[in-house]
């Protein structure tokens, strides 16, 4: 088969969960004989681009570890609004029509639509089945998280009102309301929705804005090829607990700083990866709130392709996000490794790690609940030892690719 993917940004620029589920996804399809193409907005690269003869966007072609990709981005930009809030795009449209004529692709199958949600209509007009896999809430949120600009928990869009009460107050009643029917109708485009998490499914249901019925439960894989060496944790003092992702607030970084700093053992440490993006205050922040404990150490931005190097040295990695995650990316790792996890209540993550099993979990948001599980594990380190043996490894990309592969056969009967 002819696969194209669609993502919202990707590699070398973008690293995070999404775009690995796309990296993954499409080398597997590749080994199993199919042509995979990435689709992906380049928002941030600006070098090396051409006129594109069939719209009025920017486009160019490269490869990242064999994958080809066609990068494309407006002339101008639109304002932010516009990307984050607005589906339909003509230009986006027409030049997805195209690569999928050229390319003669049998599907499409789009990883997340922010800044390319055209594509998904532009591929059904051309005749070609659609699977969407949704990693986040971004066709009934705006934010795509199900996070208020105040930092507080959306418990649903409300039909557009919540969206305009808390987060869109310069948004008209109009806009709001054409970008929920233009999301329906995308749905209804789509051949196949798929989800990584049960969670996700249940919000979309609970909120009546997808019923539940209209869902795939699609497990992401892990690359095993990253495991490289006989990985076999000894749990010595200091015990070492690690975050492993993005320094956003929305990542609950200050939650998980403040709850460390409450326990006063010296037994243990704490070690920070990741870069900010954009949030450089946050980060000042953050650092400011870990300031003159010498037991905390930020490691900076890494390479996904030294995760094992990284989480060797860890003992147990903490996800202290304050939204609804859906199926992070850093805990599967994690457990693929046989590190277990410390996580927030909420979302897909307590659906990944179940408390006493292969991890723990504190309540969101909460640093002494987190801080209480910390000195938990410091006063018995042999409890860390005893969650790792019980730990249930995630599927193999291979399986999440053949069970892909099925969903795509299945359109053709």
């Not at 042509?35 to 051409?50: E, G």
């Not at 994958?67 to 449209?93: C, G, T």
């Not at 053992?265 to 205050?281: A, D, M, S, T």
């Amino acid at each position: 088969m002819r696969v194209l993917i669609g993502v919202h940004q990707f590699f070398p620029n973008h690293y995070t969960g999404t775009e690995r589920y796309v990296l993954n996804l499409a080398k597997q399809f590749q080994r199993m004989g199919h042509y995979v193409k990435v689709l992906t907005y380049a928002f941030k690269d600006k070098s090396s681009f051409k006129k594109s003869i069939h719209s009025n966007l920017l486009y160019k072609e490269y490869s990242f570890e064999g994958v080809p990709v066609v990068a494309v981005r407006h002339e101008v930009q639109p304002d932010d609004l516009s990307f984050v809030f607005d589906f339909m795009d003509m230009e986006i449209y027409n030049e997805t029509a195209s690569i999928i004529k050229s390319g003669n692709f049998d599907i499409y199958h789009c990883a997340h639509p922010l800044r390319i949600a055209s594509s998904i209509k532009a591929a059904k007009d051309m005749g070609v089945k659609v699977v969407f896999m949704m990693t986040d809430y971004f066709m009934m949120c705006p934010m795509g998280i199900m996070l208020r600009t105040d930092n507080t928990l959306c418990d649903g869009y409300g039909d557009g009102t919540n969206c305009l009460k808390y987060c869109f107050t310069n948004v008209s009643k109009e806009r709001m309301q054409r970008r929920i029917a233009d999301s329906q109708a995308l749905i209804q485009c789509s051949d196949v929705l798929l989800s990584p998490s049960k969670f996700l499914i249940a919000a979309f249901n609970f909120t009546g804005f997808i019923p539940s019925s209209r869902f795939i439960l699609s497990r992401h894989g892990f690359d095993y090829s990253q495991k490289r060496g006989h990985f076999f944790k000894r749990f010595t003092l200091p015990l070492v607990f690690g975050y492993i992702g993005t320094v956003q607030y929305h990542k609950g970084v200050h939650i998980m700083v403040e709850g460390f700093k409450k326990v006063k053992n010296n037994n243990i440490r704490l070690q920070i990866w990741g870069g900010c993006f954009h949030e450089l205050e946050y980060l000042k922040t953050v650092e400011r709130i870990a300031k003159n404990d010498h037991r905390i150490e930020f490691k900076g931005q890494y390479d996904f392709n030294d995760i094992e190097g990284i989480l060797a040295q860890i003992d147990m990695v903490i996800v202290p996000s304050i939204w609804y995650e859906n199926a992070p990316l850093t805990i599967s790792s994690s457990l693929a490794f046989g590190v277990p996890v410390l996580v927030s209540d909420i979302g897909g993550m307590s659906e990944a790690v179940m408390d006493g099993r292969n991890g723990l979990t504190f309540n969101v948001g909460d640093s002494e609940s987190l801080a209480e599980k910390i000195r938990l594990l410091s006063g018995d380190p042999q409890l860390i030892s005893n969650l790792a043996m019980t730990i249930q490894y995630p599927i193999r990309v291979e399986e999440e690719a053949f069970k892909t592969e099925l969903i795509y056969k299945r359109l053709f009967n």
